[in-house]
């Protein structure tokens, strides 16, 4: 098989370095491409020329930001099943998941085109007291200035777009660190920017290293950084950024109560597919499901059956529904945290087993809540299940978690639909549906260790943008 060689992006420029990163097949671990790799003096060259970018980017009117990102969007559209075939080959997502993800992207630049031509500001009345007669309050929104963007493994493009798509819309030059073992899919979207009429220096796209990308957390010329990734990663970069702005999504377990009266065939088919898919990978997956004892017993089966029923394989053959893992590393720690909620007393109702990188979906009860499996992330194809007799104490048991995420509520009461979200310590509550729903236009973000600040192209601009006001005296 022939292997690709991708560059790095240098301030908008295609750099093949003397040094590289092999990136690996998550089926047998052999290399599939290989990308240049930056070293810290290319990290430090792009921060300078993001700041030297930060002016002539900013005064670029926004219908011509707007046109950078649809031009990208288009494409990314054009070339959609380069894209999603890419994205199953470094990350293992099957190619129907794949597929699905790069609809989401082209869904988040055209979101963030559409914003770029919005971010106004509003005329305050101060006149609110003899005191302040005559004067008159504006306020606009100006770009914060350079970012730095850290992306993980598991949505490859989507998870750039929602880094990028935002900054170019505000204004702000960025420099973007892709994970190291899925770089391709950010490469592949530098490649369409380098295509697009954007001032010298407005991106960097660098494959590197943590220890090379320090300057990214503490660079002091770097005026905002965001980070998605593991919570002790992502709590460290926050305690080495000094006074720069910092958003943080940091994952979770999230929580699904099944309230009693719920449609049991249903609710299964939507926890398989939110605690499954993608072998259980994304912050959101449904990893603890509280289901009312008067169909606790018939919603395990329903989900055990689907369980069995799910094909696990090469993530490029069609009919695969879950494929590997990121690593085989991964898939031996979830291995383990199975091992050892069975040895306290777990039940495992099927699945739990290893083939490499490959695991097959697991199904638990009666898991001790201050086990890993049940209290941390485990961020793989395993869900628990526990009964509940009040639905209050439904929602407390969703909150004894330090994540707070997401959480999904099936349930046909108004009021206890309100009660959930009014109770509920997380970012967003889903009723009618599992918590690993995220629609790209909503605010996306947690609270507790799950994260700072929120993600959707019109709240993350709002993050990349500083309030500034004009104060104007008009005497009688």
Known sequence: MTIEHYPFYLAGEAVHANTDLAVLSKVDGSAI???????????????????????????????????????????????????????????????????????????????????????????????????????????????????????????????????????????????????????????????????????????????????????????????????????????????????????????????????????????????????FGQSGQSCISVQRVFAHKSLFEALRDALVERARGLVVGDPLDEATDIGPMIDEGEARRVESWIREACDRGARLLTGGSRRGAFMDPAVLVEVDPSLPLACKEVFGPVVLLEPFDHFDDALERVNASRYGLQAGVFTDSLDRTLRAFERLEVGAVVVGDVPTVRVDAMPYGGVKRSGLGREGPRFAIESLTELRTLLIHRPD
Request: charged fraction near 25%; glycine fraction near 8%; charge should be positive.
């Open 33 to 275: 491409a290989r990308v240049a790799r930056a070293n810290r003096e290319s990290v430090d060259a792009a921060i300078a020329k993001a700041v030297e970018a930060r002016r002539p980017l900013a005064q670029l009117p926004p219908w011509r930001r707007a046109a950078v990102l649809t031009a990208v969007r288009a494409g990314i559209e054009s070339r959609g099943e380069t894209f999603a075939r890419t994205i199953a080959l470094e990350s293992g997502k099957p190619i129907r998941d794949a597929r699905a993800e790069v609809a989401r992207a082209l869904d988040t630049f055209a979101l963030a085109a559409n914003e770029a031509t919005r971010i106004g500001g509003e005329v305050l009345p101060v006149d609110v007291s003899p005191a302040t007669r005559g004067w008159q309050a504006i306020t606009r929104r100006f770009p914060i200035g350079v970012c730095a963007f850290v992306t993980p493994f598991n949505f490859p493009l989507n998870l750039v777009a929602h880094k990028i798509a935002p900054a170019i819309a505000a204004g702000c030059p960025f420099v973007l660190k892709p994970a190291s073992s899925t770089p391709i899919s950010a490469l592949l979207v530098a490649e369409l920017l380098a295509e697009c009429d954007l001032p010298p220096g407005s991106f960097s796209v660098l494959p590197t290293g943590h220890r090379e990308a320090a300057p990214l957390v503490e660079d002091e010329r770097i005026a905002h950084l965001s980070f998605t990734g593991s919570p002790d990663v992502g709590w460290d970069m926050r305690a080495r950024a000094g006074s720069k702005r910092v958003s943080l999504e940091l994952g979770g377990n999230a929580g699904c109560i099944v309230d009693a009266g719920t449609d049991i065939a249903r609710a299964a088919e939507r926890i398989a597919k939110g605690a």
